[in-house]
Structures are given as structure tokens and as C-alpha cells.
């Protein structure tokens, strides 16, 4: 592959000094492994009840370490930090006013990371939420996996809603 270095030695161009890359790191230019994916639409779920967000669609996957059929979890293979991002839109659903929405960043089933949009006071309909983080990933077993809740006033109608959520992660380094 062009543009591909694997072990070596690079030399500047000035002569003041040199990079050894190590046995096993290969250096591409490109934040490997990643992956995108997008929900297909509206899914329905419980008032203020955390929920796991289910994103069918991969928009790409550059290693197949994102299942977007069972579990709905990314489980990277290879070791090192990487940026995590969701976006999640709460839905009150009818008439109803949105409370609230929060989305979460779960590693290994527990709590990372979550962001909150308290709309009490303001009633709508509708609310957008991201979230990123930064995460070590061991390369073996770890894995992330997004949440969401919504509260609306009138419990029975909350979804997640419409193909605009989103969750990736890209590898940013080791």
C-alpha cells in the first residue's frame, strides 16, 4: 500500500535526527480501525428509562468490529485511545412536551461518559444531544455501546427519533 511505512527508521530531512518505528506499529496516515453508523429510524422506548440506542446502518467500518445487528457495540482489536462521539434525538412523542434527554457513553456496561438537555421550562418536542469522549480501548476485550432516555410529560410516546442518530469512533493513537 503506498504511503504505508511499517518498521523502520525515517531520517529528517535536515540530518538533525531520526524516528525508529517499532516492530508491529504501522503507520498509514489514516486513523484506523473506525467506523460510523446511523440509526434507520424511530425506536420507540420506555419514559426516562435508559435504553440502549440501536444504529443499524454502518455508514463504514473499516475493520468489522462495529455489530450493527445483535449487540450494537463497537469492540475495536487493536489497543490505544480512541474519540468516541454520539448524537441521539429525543422524541416526546404527540402532544406531549420533552422534560429532558440524556444520552450515554457506556464502556464495558458501565457508565463513561453522558450529557443532559433539561427542557423543563421549555417545552418542545424534539432535542438533539451529542456526546464524545476519549477512551483507552485494551485491543482484546473492551467495548462501547451508546444509551439514551428521554422524559416527556405524557409517558407511553418517547422514542428515539428519526435516521439523523449517529454513533463512531476512530483510533487517535496509542
Known sequence: ?????????????????????????????????????????????????????????????????????TNYRFTPLVAGKYFVYTGVNGYAGGSADLIGTEVFIYKNGSLYRQSYHNMTGNPGFILGTPVSAVIDMNGSTDYVEIYGAVDGSSAGSESFFSANNYFGAYRIGA
Open 1 to 69: 500500500m503506498a504511503g504505508t511505512l511499517k518498521v523502520g527508521t525515517i531520517t529528517t530531512p535536515s540530518g538533525s535526527g531520526s524516528i525508529t518505528i517499532p516492530s508491529g506499529v504501522v503507520l498509514t496516515g489514516h486513523m484506523y480501525p473506525a467506523f460510523e453508523a446511523h440509526s434507520d429510524g424511530s425506536q420507540g422506548i420506555s419514559d426516562a428509562t435508559a435504553t440502549k440506542v440501536q444504529f443499524e446502518t454502518e455508514v463504514y467500518d473499516t475493520n468489522s468490529y462495529y455489530d450493527n445487528t
